[in-house]
């Protein structure tokens, strides 16, 4: 119960617009769903659209009123500036705002050593979780801005497993992750001013069966 007080609220969230990446499988799909109980609206975001489709159906049957509480998104991270963009306008449609965005969505290298690592893969891992999350937090951030509401960023860094996957060589993911701390320093320092909330790391771990989200939505 002492853990638990000291938990955001579940009951605080209730229409706080949700932007999710990486929505369409493992934790992003249970991130989705527990944010549907905490009464969240959620904008699940990924490129496999079928899946997308499957669960916001899951979430919307539960509705008693019949208002739309979770809408698929097609959106892939590792597009260029301009389709992400163009994108996260879209989504902010939706519902009319964004309060939330949860930066999800990541991939991992196949390769074991970084002798065996082609540019192609280096580029791959990195644009898809690194420069995607900056696109999207950038491109959310400033329609916060825009139209002076706050919110907040949240950036999903497995750093118990890249301990594990250094031991392994698996240099792309352990090298993005800590990528990723820098990047919220600096989304930190840069949109203080105007993102209210704070920016958040959620530590999965490599084990937790759940994944409570520790913060200030």
Known sequence: NQVLNQLEPWSELKDKVVLLTGASSGIG????LDLDKAGCKIIAAARRVDRLEFLCSEINSLS????MLAAPFELDVSSDAATIQKA???AWDIFGKIDVLINNAGIRSNVKT????????WDRVFRTNLT???LVSKYVCSLMRDAKRGGSVINRSLVSIQIRLVHRRSP??????LGITSLVRYLIHDSSRYVS????????????PGLPIISSL
């Not at 799909?29 to 989705?32: F, I, P, S």
């Not at 792309?172 to 992750?177: A, F, I, M, N, Q």
């Not at 909330?197 to 937790?208: E, K, Q, R």
């Open 64 to 67: 008693s009123t019949g208002i």
């Open 88 to 90: 996260v306008k879209q």
């Open 197 to 208: 909330g704070n920016i958040y790391i959620l530590d999965s771990g490599a084990t937790i």
């Open 29 to 32: 799909r249970e991130v989705c």
């Open 172 to 177: 792309p993911l352990y090298t993005v992750d």
């Open 132 to 134: 995607g999350a900056w």
């Open 114 to 121: 970084c002798l065996d690592l082609s540019e192609d893969e």
